[in-house]
């Protein structure tokens, strides 16, 4: 009768962590969206004070989890005061006319251990496109935390246009990482 | 007889960085009021390396001159003029170190880093710091507006040597006439 009873524990607390717990709630304080752009071959670090996340992420049922991310594109810090003022007109982001950019996830793969891959699309300044970006899950503190990089081609959206379109100053390449940390749903475990 | 004319190498260092650090205060000044553009991006880049480049030139330069002392000015020549030169050309010295070692760390601090030529990285000796790297900025301004009163001083002296004493000075310094 023991050995059965622990078993049973055994396979219950196993199964624990990969009880349907559902994160959902995105915790906007610690989660980050940073960039990486070239300028004349220097790596330039920004990022963006202001964006919001609308997941739904289960690991034991990754195919069915969707994310969608709006950014305020106003809220960008493109390395200096200078690349702040520039980035937000006409020529980059045009934040007057498009004051977000949106990602909307269309499916998400599993790579297997931790690795998953997110496929969607990406809309910045009215162009949209399709990207997919590999990313990795983990639990942390009840939390769900998910860190994933890809690398967008600044052109593809019209980014930098006229004087800015010469590639050799600013590169194409964009790197962008992103740092998305999730509570569980009510209810979860 | 002693030596009265500085060598060669030490006339050549002199000359081409003289040339060079007119350049980049004139660079300097030209690219930091420019609206931000490609261009803009590409003389600052340009800025760096050079002035880079300036730094490593000092360095050979100073490590040249210690194994190669200037030639001892004429006896003829005042005390205080003596020690005013001797002072000025330590004080340069002391900036063509300082002014380029500002510069590298004001880009650290600014986020930007420098890669020489686009190919060699320099390490970042700060991490990224906002109001320190506007404060190395000031810096690194003042201490080139320092340079640029002791350069002029240094010409008007060189020029007084030249056209009111006429003592022939400046052939110390030239690899063409010969002195005396
Ligand atoms: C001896 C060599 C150098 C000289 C004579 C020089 C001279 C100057 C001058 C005159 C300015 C304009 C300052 C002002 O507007 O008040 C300037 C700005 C600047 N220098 Fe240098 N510089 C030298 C080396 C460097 C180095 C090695 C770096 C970086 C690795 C550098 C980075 C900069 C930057 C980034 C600025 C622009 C600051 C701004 O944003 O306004 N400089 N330099
Ligand atoms: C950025 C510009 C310049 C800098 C930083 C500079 C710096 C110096 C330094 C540090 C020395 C001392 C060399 C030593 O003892 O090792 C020196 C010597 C000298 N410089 Fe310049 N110089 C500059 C431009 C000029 C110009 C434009 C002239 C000519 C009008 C000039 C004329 C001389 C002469 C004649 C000497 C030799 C002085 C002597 O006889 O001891 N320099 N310079």
């Known amino acids: 009768m023991k050995p059965l009873r622990l078993t049973l524990a055994a396979i219950l607390l196993a199964s624990g962590s990969a009880q349907a717990v559902e994160f959902k709630q995105f915790l906007a304080e610690q989660s980050t969206l940073q960039f990486v752009s070239r300028q004349m071959g220097v790596p330039v670090d920004g990022h963006f004070r202001k964006f919001a996340a609308t997941l739904a992420f289960d690991p034991t049922r990754p195919a069915a989890a969707t994310a969608k991310l709006e950014l305020d594109l106003a809220s960008v810090d493109a390395g200096s005061l200078d690349a702040d003022g520039e980035v937000v007109g006409k020529p980059w982001f045009n934040v007057k006319a498009y004051p977000t950019a949106t990602f909307v996830s269309s499916a998400i793969r599993p790579l297997g251990g931790d690795q998953y891959e997110l496929t969607g699309k990406l809309t910045i300044k009215g162009k949209t496109q399709q990207v997919s970006a590999p990313f990795t899950f983990r639990q942390a503190g009840g939390n769900g935390v998910f860190d994933g990089t890809f690398v967008l081609k600044r052109l593809d959206f019209a980014l930098g246009d006229g004087i800015w379109s010469d590639l050799s100053t600013v590169a194409n390449d964009v790197q962008i990482r992103f740092h998305i940390v999730a509570a569980a749903a009510a209810g979860g475990k | ?180």
């Open chain 2, 1 to 180: 007889m002693s030596e009265t004319r500085y060598t060669y190498p030490a006339m050549a260092l002199h000359w081409l960085m003289a040339v060079l650090l007119i350049g980049l205060f004139g660079l300097g000044l030209y690219m930091s009021d420019l609206p931000l553009s490609p261009d803009k991006l590409k003389l600052y880049s340009w800025h760096k390396w050079a002035g880079v480049s300036a730094f490593l030139l000092v360095l050979l330069r100073l490590a040249w001159r210690v194994g190669h002392p200037p030639p001892a000015l004429p006896a003829v020549m005042p005390r205080w003029q003596k020690l005013a030169a001797h002072g000025v050309h330590h004080l340069a010295y002391l900036l063509m170190v300082a002014i380029p070692l500002s510069g590298w760390l004001m880009s650290s601090a600014k986020g930007f880093q420098t890669v020489y030529f686009g190919v060699v990285p320099l390490p970042d000796l700060l991490s990224k710091d906002k109001p320190l790297g506007e404060l190395l900025e000031s810096v690194h301004g003042f201490l080139n507006y320092g340079l640029a009163a002791l350069v002029v001083a240094h010409v008007a002296a060189a020029l007084k040597h030249q056209l009111l004493d006429r003592d022939d000075l400046l052939a110390r310094m030239l690899p063409l006439r010969r002195n005396r």
